[in-house]
């Protein structure tokens, strides 16, 4: 991978992790805001959309913009919603450190583990996409 590829894919990854990120935080509001379970619901089902939009969008930007090798686009692509994953679990603690009567120390558990669980699942994913793109989309 040379040098211009390797700057558009960082690019890529914290352009995609921060668009996870504002994801979570805009429906999460909206979702608050909302007056029915229904609406709230929608809103929560509104961001799985909308990042499961941007999670393709990245393995096909991946795939056919910077034709990466699938293992390297599962990588891109995991580590953006690990990122995301990450600083929704920065903002849950800090949240919970600035709203709740007291703090509990479990929360911090989750810096660690929303990260570390959305990378393992997403990497999964991603790479069975990218393999499925490079097969039938681009056949050599």
């Known amino acids: 991978m040379d040098s211009a ?7 890529m990854v914290l352009l995609m992790g921060a ?9 999460g509001k909206f979702s608050d805001w909302a007056t029915t379970d229904t609406m709230h619901l929608l809103w929560r089902r509104l961001a799985w959309v909308l990042s499961g939009v941007g999670f393709a969008a990245h393995i096909a930007y991946g795939d056919f913009r ?8 599962a990588l891109h692509a995991s580590i953006a919603a690990a990122l995301g994953a990450g600083g929704l679990a920065a903002l849950a603690n800090l949240h919970e450190l600035t709203t709740a009567p007291s703090y509990r120390p479990s929360m911090a558990i989750a810096l660690v583990l ?27």
């Open 5 to 11: 590829v390797r700057k558009r894919s960082l690019r």
């Open 19 to 27: 668009a996870y990120l504002l994801i979570g935080i805009a429906t």
């Open 66 to 73: 910077l034709r990466n090798p699938p293992r390297t686009t």
């Open 114 to 140: 929303w990260p570390l669980l959305t990378l393992i699942a997403a990497f999964g994913v991603a790479m069975v996409a990218a393999f499925a793109l490079r097969r039938w989309a681009r056949p050599s």
